[in-house]
């Protein structure tokens, strides 16, 4: 099963505006109800048998099941007959309400992630609609529940042969966006090594290094619009809560970040094109992005979003053919990639590799570029059947008769479709 994502920005009028705003509203009353419903129950049963809670708690019964989605999904549809706020408000759109609701639950125990929280009304941004009817999208308009049919900006058409399965509606600081999830019953092949392979190696001096010797500086998204929105926080600093003129100026900061956000993910495209422009397979360290993130660069490593580059790269290399995968990230930095020389560790402040084995010379991030460059090989091209000669050097890659052609076939429904024309 191939599933797709597409965003689109909505244009609604006033009346659907109201309407969606108040959807919002009633899954924000309903998710905070359902949470302390939870909350309750959890509180009444976690004191000691031989003492009493230091705080006041609700006595629930010991018979009275834990609240689940089964359970408050019966008492949602019972309120309903005798709410009619609720009633105003599509029900499966509730319902999705406490599936999320019980799936952050299990993410809690499962991904050790915290406690779900209450939502105010500027938390609340999304709900989704599960079941889309058929032929529901009819040019640049779509056809929702209560909404009737809302325009969109139909940047990019629709696949043929998908199946439109559920569409989120989404609150930003720029406007209201849909996102349309499509499903297509296909199994895909994965991609294979094959072609010229390179390292990639991230960092903050140079945002990425290429074992070809391509050496990318790191874009200070940030540091470009800093003044302007220090200015804004300052300005807020000064606004009463609660007021107008403090949601006003909110809504002002918001769209700054969002301004951000948008130039890094589309500077992340554009250099993750590139590179697949450049080969066809590409190796990556597999590191976890979340620990740089609590350091003391954690500012400037956010900034970068490596994390998010990563993903992007992952998804650019599927769609246009070409082989993406990580390795181990153990001494690559400490490692010669000509004679494999362990050189020991070096300082932040020493940006050239000299082997003193060998005297090879070379930028010391590109060096452990070609050293995740060459574990990637040793990893995945050894042992398969020759494609095509990788660069020269007896490194091969391999994609099976079969596999070669389900993929032709699948390149001529469009499901990959390429940006830039690929040799």
Same mark, same amino acid.
């Given at each position: 099963m191939l599933t797709l994502t597409y965003e689109f920005k909505l244009i609604p009028n006033k009346q659907q505006i109201e309407v969606i705003e108040h959807t919002l509203s009633v899954c924000r009353s309903v998710w905070n109800y359902a949470l302390k419903d939870r909350k309750d129950w959890l509180s009444s049963r976690k004191s000691p048998? #031989?003492?009493?809670?230091?705080?006041?708690?609700?006595?629930?019964?010991?018979?009275?099941?834990?609240?689940?989605?089964?359970?408050?999904?019966?008492?949602?549809?019972? &309120?309903?007959?005798? #709410?009619?706020?609720?009633?105003?408000? #599509? &029900?499966?759109?509730?319902?999705?309400?406490?599936?999320?609701?019980?799936?952050?639950?299990?993410?809690?125990?499962?991904?050790?992630?915290?406690?779900?929280?209450?939502?105010?009304?500027?938390?609340?941004?999304?709900?989704?609609?599960?079941?889309?009817?058929?032929?529901?999208?009819?040019? #640049?308009?779509?056809?929702?529940?209560?909404?009737?049919?809302?325009?969109?900006?139909?940047?990019?058409?629709?696949?043929?042969?998908?199946?439109?399965?559920? &569409?989120?509606?989404?609150?930003? &600081?720029?406007?209201?966006?849909?996102?349309?999830?499509?499903?297509?019953?296909?199994?895909?092949?994965?991609?294979?090594?094959?072609?010229h392979p390179i390292g990639i190696d991230l960092g903050l001096d140079k945002f990425l290094a290429t074992s070809d010797g391509e050496l990318v500086d790191r874009p200070r998204f940030l540091n470009r619009l800093q003044r302007k929105r220090k200015l804004l926080q300052r300005r807020l600093r000064n606004k009463k809560k609660g007021s107008n003129n403090r949601h006003k100026l909110n809504q002002k900061i918001a769209r700054l970040h969002q301004r951000i956000s948008d130039i890094r993910k589309d500077w992340h495209f554009k250099l993750a094109h590139r590179l697949c422009d450049q080969s066809q397979s590409i190796f990556i360290e597999d590191i976890d992005f979340r620990s740089w993130s609590r350091g003391m660069l954690s500012k400037h490593c956010l900034d970068a979003g490596f994390g998010q580059f990563a993903t992007i790269l992952k998804w650019v290399g599927w769609k246009r053919d070409v082989f993406v995968a990580e390795v181990d990230k153990n001494f690559t930095s400490q490692i010669c990639p000509n004679c494999g020389f362990h050189t020991g560790k070096k300082t932040l402040d020493v940006r050239e590799h000299n082997c003193p084995e060998c005297g090879y010379k070379t930028h010391r991030d590109v060096a452990t570029a070609q050293v995740i460059r060459n574990r990637g090989v040793e990893d995945y091209a050894l042992g398969h059947s020759v494609l095509e000669n990788a660069c020269g050097d007896g490194l091969t890659g391999a994609v099976t008769s079969s596999q070669e052609s389900v993929k032709q076939e699948l390149l001529n429904v469009n499901l990959r479709i390429s940006r830039y024309s690929v040799a």
């Amino acid at each position: 099963m191939l599933t797709l994502t597409y965003e689109f920005k909505l244009i609604p009028n006033k009346q659907q505006i109201e309407v969606i705003e108040h959807t919002l509203s009633v899954c924000r009353s309903v998710w905070n109800y359902a949470l302390k419903d939870r909350k309750d129950w959890l509180s009444s049963r976690k004191s000691p048998v #031989n003492s009493c809670s230091l705080i006041q708690e609700y006595i629930i019964f010991p018979d009275v099941p834990y609240p689940n989605y089964h359970n408050q999904a019966k008492a949602l549809t019972k &309120a309903k007959k005798t #709410n009619h706020i609720l009633k105003s408000v #599509n &029900a499966q759109v509730l319902q999705q309400v406490l599936r999320t609701l019980d799936r952050a639950f299990a993410d809690m125990q499962s991904k050790k992630l915290g406690f779900p929280r209450f939502k105010n009304k500027y938390r609340m941004r999304s709900y989704v609609y599960p079941q889309m009817l058929k032929g529901c999208v009819k040019g #640049n308009k779509i056809k929702l529940p209560q909404l009737g049919w809302v325009k969109f900006r139909k940047s990019r058409e629709i696949p043929d042969g998908f199946q439109l399965k559920q &569409a989120r509606i989404v609150r930003k &600081a720029s406007g209201y966006f849909m996102t349309l999830s499509l499903q297509l019953d296909v199994n895909i092949p994965d991609v294979p090594f094959h072609g010229h392979p390179i390292g990639i190696d991230l960092g903050l001096d140079k945002f990425l290094a290429t074992s070809d010797g391509e050496l990318v500086d790191r874009p200070r998204f940030l540091n470009r619009l800093q003044r302007k929105r220090k200015l804004l926080q300052r300005r807020l600093r000064n606004k009463k809560k609660g007021s107008n003129n403090r949601h006003k100026l909110n809504q002002k900061i918001a769209r700054l970040h969002q301004r951000i956000s948008d130039i890094r993910k589309d500077w992340h495209f554009k250099l993750a094109h590139r590179l697949c422009d450049q080969s066809q397979s590409i190796f990556i360290e597999d590191i976890d992005f979340r620990s740089w993130s609590r350091g003391m660069l954690s500012k400037h490593c956010l900034d970068a979003g490596f994390g998010q580059f990563a993903t992007i790269l992952k998804w650019v290399g599927w769609k246009r053919d070409v082989f993406v995968a990580e390795v181990d990230k153990n001494f690559t930095s400490q490692i010669c990639p000509n004679c494999g020389f362990h050189t020991g560790k070096k300082t932040l402040d020493v940006r050239e590799h000299n082997c003193p084995e060998c005297g090879y010379k070379t930028h010391r991030d590109v060096a452990t570029a070609q050293v995740i460059r060459n574990r990637g090989v040793e990893d995945y091209a050894l042992g398969h059947s020759v494609l095509e000669n990788a660069c020269g050097d007896g490194l091969t890659g391999a994609v099976t008769s079969s596999q070669e052609s389900v993929k032709q076939e699948l390149l001529n429904v469009n499901l990959r479709i390429s940006r830039y024309s690929v040799a």
